[in-house]
């Protein structure tokens, strides 16, 4: 069965400090989606990156960085150079099949709720 | 603006009554979905839909209805029969389902906290 483990409950850390949030997978599928997505205060999820199985490449965008290693079924997260508004809870998740979920359902991980303080 | 909207953020209900949840978006997506999440917890999927006038049970169906009449609307009843309905709802929506690979990330609206009082 298909499980996303977020072993970190709660991470605090001083800004400018770096942290990485790690993602655990489980799936029987060889089609498979990994997500993350931030939800601030406010509640929203929003939606900061989306990877397939078969695109191993690390990939940086700004501060934030993406380590996807399928022999480990890991997906971690790494901010750099953290900042206050980094505070929020981030979950990962999975969605199985071709074309990236043939039921739309993300498998969400619990969340692992980033503290960065001044 | 394009977005997912949800109303409203904050709604108290009293023990036996329905209430619903609305939930509006102009991004032109066929499928559109409803998960709640409860403290401390990841999301679970109650309905989906992925086209006008069809939508499928998610984990969670239990003590809820949808609707989806409008390509743009997806609203969410939570009746009587749900036992334990205090939690924060979020609608989503995606291109569509069973789209190529570039298509169907889920975005999210911001939600919409049910407390039963």
């Known amino acids: 069965a298909q499980k996303v483990t977020q072993a970190q409950t709660e991470i605090s850390v001083v800004e400018k400090e770096d942290v990485t949030l790690d993602c655990v997978y489980e799936?029987?599928?060889?089609?498979?989606?990994l997500f993350w997505y931030k939800q601030p205060p406010s509640g929203e999820l929003v939606f900061l990156i989306r990877r397939n199985s078969f695109d191993e490449q690390n990939e940086i965008s700004g501060r934030y960085s993406w380590n996807f290693q399928k022999s480990t079924s890991s997906f971690n997260f790494t901010i750099t150079a953290s900042q206050v508004v980094d505070s929020a809870v981030y979950f990962c998740?999975?969605?199985?099949?071709?074309?990236?979920?043939?039921?739309?359902?993300?498998?969400f991980g619990k969340g692992t709720k980033l503290s960065v303080k001044p | 603006d394009g977005g997912i909207t949800q109303s409203p953020k904050y709604l108290f209900r009293k023990e036996g009554q329905n209430v619903t949840l609305s939930c509006e978006q102009n991004l032109n997506h066929d499928a559109m979905y409803w998960y709640r999440q409860d403290p401390g917890q990841g999301l679970r999927l109650i309905y989906y839909?992925?086209?006008?006038?069809?939508?499928q049970k998610g984990d969670i169906a239990e003590g809820y209805s949808v609707s989806r009449e409008k390509k743009e609307s997806f609203p969410l009843t939570v009746t009587s029969a749900q036992k334990n309905p205090t939690a924060f709802y979020l609608c989503?929506?995606?291109?569509?389902?069973?789209?190529?690979?570039?298509?169907?990330?889920?975005?999210f609206g911001e939600g919409s906290w049910l407390t039963v009082v």
């Open positions: 839909s992925q086209i006008v006038n069809d939508f």
């Open positions: 989503a929506s995606s291109i569509g389902m069973g789209t190529p690979v570039s298509g169907n990330t889920i975005y």
């Open positions: 799936t029987r599928d060889t089609t498979y989606y």
């Open positions: 998740a999975l969605s199985e099949g071709d074309y990236g979920g043939s039921q739309g359902n993300l498998i």
